[in-house]
């Protein structure tokens, strides 16, 4: 949409980018000020992060985060499946509405509600259940959005070459509805990863849960919460950059 | 019977008011991810990428607990809506950018071939096109907003999921209690899916 940038144009972005870079230089400045201001920075508060004892038990949230984020996306898949292959009316309503209640609630549903009737799962089910509840609803959307975006003249070219129905299903339009979901697989990955930081409600031990109790424990609250923080962004990049790979080689592939 | 009231009206005021912020934020950083300059283009995506991959209650606690440590204190409620706000700026950002790519690149050079300039055909021929698709994923975005409220709820806020909660204490009827709440969510994503769809006609 742009013309190849002339020279007045190329110095104009030259401009910019400084003016740009001062501005945010400002910017981190003044962010690192305030730390130091209230003595955040100070090397003491940061050490115990440099040690293997907080990693093990922080690592230890991780691996219970990447558990309960399995086990709910291999419930969700599976209910979202079962869901898609039946669209009916009660099925239509079960996504409109899951879409549009929050997660919290079917966590506390969970938590204050099953109790009294005598239903009392422990901890990780009180997490994973309205996790799984919630997404199969989101992947209910993503299957037949996956199934439509296959043109029918493959399924009506594989049923003129005489393959029975279940045969075109299987070995026509599923793989190629796969290929086009595989991204928004990932995205809903990523989405499911965030959710487990639930269990800080539902006291699970995931990571955002032991990076509270790390907190408490040795009050170092800020350095805690950006340790935590970034651990989420890290393993959440890792897979976002499998979902690019993945895109890229559909785009590559498809034809 | 004034703790539902309360409720939901924080929960409403939170809803329009982070999706404002959002609004203006998710332009300003999608502006940013669109601009031939590099640098800011970095710094758009690094926007994107770091509130996108981090939870939300991880910023909520976060900002909540942490901000006061290093002396920016504020309400509450004002605290989580700059942590909702922020959050969903980055899928703000992430609609608006692909609704521009959206409109096929033929238009835009079409556009150029005719002479226009890059503000006039981004004024007469893309950002139109772009604003009508644009509708619909702000729509449900606004939707998950409204949903992500909730966990405001947890480092206390009072908003209608923690309303129902405490009230279920008192009350004992859970059923009763959280089928409501859950009533009040659907009715609020109703009403934002009806003015997109009433929006999205006018643009049409």
Same mark, same amino acid.
């Given at each position: 949409?742009?013309?190849?940038? !002339? ?27 305030? &730390?130091?201001?209230? !003595? ?34 291999? +419930?969700?898949?599976?209910?979202? =499946? ?25 966590? @506390?549903?969970?938590? $204050? ?10 901890? &990780? ?36 070459? *005489? ?36 269990? @800080? ?7 955002? $849960? ?8 040795? *009050? ?9 923080? $970034? ?25 | ?5 309360? !409720? ?10 982070? $999706? #404002? *912020? ?7 950083? #999608? ?6 300059? /590099? ?16 939870? =939300? +209650? ?7 607990? *942490? ?7 504020? /309400?509450?409620?004002?605290?989580? &809506? ?12 992430? #609609? =608006? ?24 055909? +981004? ?12 509708v619909?994923?702000l729509a449900?975005?606004a939707i ?35 089928? !409501? ?7 609020m994503a109703a009403g934002i899916g009806f003015g997109a769809r009433v929006l999205e006609?006018r643009?049409?």
């Amino acid at each position: 949409m742009f013309d190849a940038p !002339g020279p007045r144009f190329r110095r104009r972005v030259f401009w910019v980018s400084v003016v740009s870079a001062v501005v945010l230089a400002g910017l981190v400045a003044l962010g690192l000020r305030q &730390f130091a201001a209230n !003595g955040q920075l100070d090397p003491v508060r940061w050490r115990p992060y440099l040690t293997w004892p907080v990693w093990r038990y922080l690592l230890n949230g991780l691996w219970s985060t990447v558990v309960a984020a399995c086990a709910t996306g291999v +419930l969700a898949m599976a209910g979202g =499946l079962l869901l898609a292959l039946r669209p009916n009316r009660f099925t239509r309503a079960y996504a409109e509405v899951m879409r549009t209640v929050p997660v919290l609630l079917l966590v @506390y549903v969970m938590l $204050f509600v099953l109790p009294s009737f005598g239903v009392n799962l422990p901890l &990780f089910w009180k997490l994973v259940v309205p996790l799984a509840l919630s997404h199969a609803a989101s992947y209910v959307v993503i299957f037949r959005a996956g199934v439509e975006s296959v043109d029918p003249g493959q399924r009506e070219a594989g049923l003129s070459l *005489g393959m029975p129905d279940g045969v075109v299903t299987r070995f026509v339009v599923l793989p190629q509805a796969v290929r086009h979901m595989t991204p928004l697989l990932v995205t809903q990955a990523v989405s499911l990863l965030k959710d487990t930081s639930l269990g @800080y409600v539902v006291s699970y031990t995931e990571l955002l $849960f032991n990076g509270r109790v790390l907190a408490n424990y040795n *009050g170092l609250l800020i350095q805690t919460f950006i340790v935590v923080a $970034f651990v989420y962004l890290v393993v959440n990049l890792a897979l976002s950059r499998l979902s690019h790979r993945l895109e890229a080689r559909r785009a590559r592939t498809a034809r | 019977m004034s703790l539902v009231l309360e !409720g939901f009206l924080n929960t409403v005021a939170l809803t329009l008011l982070s $999706f #404002a *912020g959002a609004l203006v934020v998710g332009l300003v950083v #999608a502006v940013l991810r669109i601009v031939p300059v /590099p640098l800011l283009r970095g710094v758009g995506t690094a926007y994107v990428e770091v509130w996108r991959n981090i939870p =939300l +209650l991880a910023w909520l606690v976060l900002f909540v607990f *942490g901000l006061p440590e290093v002396g920016v204190t504020m /309400p509450l409620f004002w605290t989580a &809506f700059t942590a909702i706000a922020l959050y969903e700026a980055a899928f703000v950002a992430e #609609a =608006l950018r692909s609704g521009v790519r959206s409109v096929a690149s033929g238009q835009g050079e079409a556009a150029r071939a005719l002479g226009l300039t890059v503000q006039q055909s +981004l004024r007469h021929v893309i950002l139109p096109q772009a604003g009508r698709r644009v509708v619909q994923p702000l729509a449900n975005i606004a939707i998950a907003l409204t949903m992500a409220t909730a966990l405001a709820g947890v480092v206390g806020v009072v908003d209608m999921t923690r309303a129902a909660q405490r009230i279920n204490l008192e009350l004992a009827q859970p059923l009763l209690v959280f089928t !409501g709440a859950g009533l009040c969510y659907l009715v609020m994503a109703a009403g934002i899916g009806f003015g997109a769809r009433v929006l999205e006609r006018r643009l049409a």
